[in-house]
């Protein structure tokens, strides 16, 4: 996606140890015109498989969900992260671990809004490891529900998370791949 | 706003203890059209206010921020809950006791992205003790950002939070005014 690529190398910023920073537009200031822009793709993509909803994680997940959603006509379903392990029956939970902070995490997401009738398109801002994208493939297992793709906004190419999830069999749509990344701040896409 | 109360009476469930579970609408799951119309009703109370900025909380204000953004055309800025104390010095940071868990954090925003030309409405999901709201406006504050209106989907008019806002000499604009809830789940709405 030609639009978000000049913006990541317009706005973005490139730190030591393949750091990306994206706060300016994408998860922490957000620009809700790109979201919709990329909610209209990820519909392009799966909008003949019958969704019936958009999962994702908080927090950086939900403005780009909520675009998707919409551009679906679906509810979105946000995973909420907690680090207790008490929480109840009413619920299905996964672990995570966390590359960033070396710790795990468990993803929750209550039985009542994820059974066997739906079908899912996942949707997140990064795709690096791939941990929390599996967590939630987990928990829509565990549910019954049928994933039809997983949507990505930036996928770190050099990473192993998307050969994973593609190799699990899933359909990954991510909107700009890059395959390297300089400290000094170039940054190279996969064309 | 009737649309809301109406959504609260038929999908809210009362538990002891003033809790209102809404998460199949609002905070969990999310309907996006609903929030388009909340988004809609803060445009209608804050779109002669030339407002440059939505900011909220992460997470359940996240989608009522985007649809409220969309609404005013400007970005929206989400600040980031944080335990730690060893933020750096390119955020503004505020303590928020959560009444919830009976426990401090901190929320913060970058200073890249909120300053003195900034004019801004906060949204949330709730408004209760106030206490993540009165956050909020101390982070305007402190990078001089001129607070327009404080836009709220369901007040708690029976906690302090929404009288002491008003008092501090806000405009707060909430949809619906819950002001009594009982176990059995009977929910009074200010007329």
Known sequence: MKLLEDRILKDGRVYPGNILKVDGFLNHQIDVGLMDQIGSAFYEAYKDCGITKILTIEASGIAIASSTARAFGVPLLFAK?????????????????????????????????????????????????????????????????????????????????????REMGYSVTSLAVIDSMTDDGKIVFRS
Chains 1, 2 share one sequence.
């Open 81 to 165: 992260k907690s680090r207790s392990l008490n929480l109840g029956n009413d619920v299905y939970s996964a672990t995570v671990t966390s590359f960033t902070y070396q710790k795990d995490y468990q993803v929750t997401i209550s039985k009542r809004y994820l059974n066997e009738n739906d079908r899912v398109v996942i949707v997140d801002d990064f795709l690096a490891t791939g941990n929390a994208m599996i967590g939630l493939t987990e928990l829509c297992k565990m549910a019954g529900a049928t994933i039809s793709g997983i949507g990505i906004c930036i996928e770190k190419g050099f990473q192993e998370g998307g050969k994973e999830l």
